[in-house]
């Protein structure tokens, strides 16, 4: 059975992290991260990329800019 080219999306999950800004500057260093949903179990927010085309043989890089959250 051979690959089937898809589309993807990378969600991620950050406990007391905060996403920075995406798409500021050079794509091969910024954040392709958008915060989606804040504190969805108490302090962790998620956020999601684009779609991704992903096919056979091809590598995709998803940065994802996460800054540490101070509490006082
Ligand atoms: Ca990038």
């Known amino acids: 059975m051979g690959w089937v080219a898809d589309s993807q999306q990378v969600q991620i999950e950050a406990r007391y992290r905060d996403f920075t800004v995406p798409d500021v500057g050079d794509d091969a260093t910024d954040s392709d991260i ?4 804040r504190d969805i179990y108490g302090g962790i927010d998620a956020g999601n990329s684009a779609m991704i085309d992903v096919t056979a ?7 994802a800019g996460l800054v540490e959250v101070l509490i006082s």
């Open 57 to 63: 043989g091809s590598d995709t890089t998803i940065d």
């Open 34 to 37: 958008i915060k989606v949903q």
